[in-house]
Structures are given as C-alpha cells and as structure tokens.
C-alpha cells in the first residue's frame, strides 16, 4: 500500500501522462474551433507530443501555445490547402456511399469510386504528414507538402500504421463518445511515435552530410 503513495510509483506517472493527454486534447478542440486554425493546433500537437517522444524537456501549455503562435501565420495557408483538399474528399465520399446505397453504380461511377477511395486516403495521410513536418522543420509551404507527399510514399509501413491508428481511434470514439476528451492527443501521440524516428534518420544523415563537408 505504502507503494501506491510514492510519488515515484508508476500509477502516477500514468496518470500524469494521462492528464497531459487530457489537457492536450482539448486545448487542441478549443484552438481548433474556428477551423481556419486547425493546422497550427495540430501542429502544436505533433509538437509537444514529439518532444515528449524524444524525451527532451516539455511544459505541456507553454509549449503548445508556443507552437500555435510561431507557426499560426504560415499555417493559415496550411489550413486554408487543407480544407480544400478535405472538402473535396468529403463531397468525394459522399457521392459514393450515396451510389453505394442507391445500387446505381453506373460505368462512370465504377471510375470515380476508386479514385475517391485513392484521393480520400492520400488526403488523410498527406495531412497528417503534413502537420508533422511543420512542427519539426522549418520550410516554406510547397516543401512541407511535397516533404509531406514523398514521407507518406516513401514510407508506407508507418503510412499504413497510421492508418490502422486512425481507424481504432475513430471506432473507439464511436463506443465511448467520453474518449472525445483524450482522442486527438491520444491519436497524434501514437503517429508521433513512429514517424519522430524517420525524422530522426533524416537529421542524422543531414548531419553526416554536413560534417563531410566541413570536413572537405
């Protein structure tokens, strides 16, 4: 019993953890209300949860809103791009669960609901992509998609990771609407979890690159 009480017992640096989750996920619905700031709030997200991963010192609010406001100029644009691309892949899906359910799949439509399913998945994952680049490097706006674009080609195993996370978040949240007030911390944290070492490997060989030069 007496284990319980130490400050150092592992319950409490769960339920640490599961506070700043907590705390995470809604600053990420507040800052992500009106819309147009969903790209620096979850940016921010990437951010604080990739320094977490990297073990390197976090203050979870003085962290994000450090983020959201570094990056919220430039990420005013991200979002803007983003909701674009979201809107069509929505109007997309809806066209095609709307043939799906009518049973009129016509010759035209045999065409466009595969693509649909291509464009929606390559939205998603590009998105996602995206948000986590902008919260570790510093580019313009067409590198960070294009970086975002190749990442989420060139690495398709973590790519097809997130996807099985976003699907188990989506399907928990379904059952337990409660989960509302951890899932997007609880989600991004895990995708952060794979992807900080691909940007790791990157840094590293940049590194190495560099060294080589200086060296020359």
């Not at 390197?56 to 691309?85: C, G, H, M």
């Not at 899906?93 to 390559?122: N, Q, T, Y």
Request: proline share 3%; hydrophobic share 55%.
């Amino acid at each position: 019993m007496s284990n319980f009480f130490d400050l150092d017992a592992p319950i409490w640096a769960w339920l640490t953890e599961l506070a700043d989750i907590m705390m995470l996920s809604i600053y990420w619905w507040i800052c992500s209300l009106p819309l147009i700031t969903i790209g620096a709030s979850t940016t921010s997200l990437f951010y604080v949860l990739g320094k977490k991963i990297r073990k390197e010192p976090v203050y979870i609010t003085r962290d994000y809103f450090k983020s959201f406001k570094d990056n919220f100029k430039q990420s005013i644009l991200l979002s803007v791009l983003l909701i674009i691309a979201w809107t069509s892949a929505i109007l997309y899906g809806l066209l095609g669960i709307e043939s799906l359910l009518s049973g009129s799949i016509s010759g035209v439509m045999k065409i466009i609901l595969p693509l649909a399913v291509v464009f929606i998945f390559e939205i998603i994952h590009i998105s996602i992509y995206v948000c986590a680049v902008f919260s570790r490097f510093n580019m313009k706006t067409y590198h960070i998609f294009t970086t975002a674009f190749v990442l989420a080609h060139k690495h398709l195993l973590t790519t097809f990771i997130h996807t099985v996370i976003l699907v188990v978040g989506i399907i928990l949240f379904l059952r337990l609407p409660f989960l509302i007030l951890i899932m997007p911390a609880a989600v991004v944290g895990a995708m952060s979890y794979f992807i900080q070492p691909i940007f790791d490997k990157y840094i590293e060989k940049q590194n190495e690159e560099l060294e080589v030069v200086c060296e020359e």
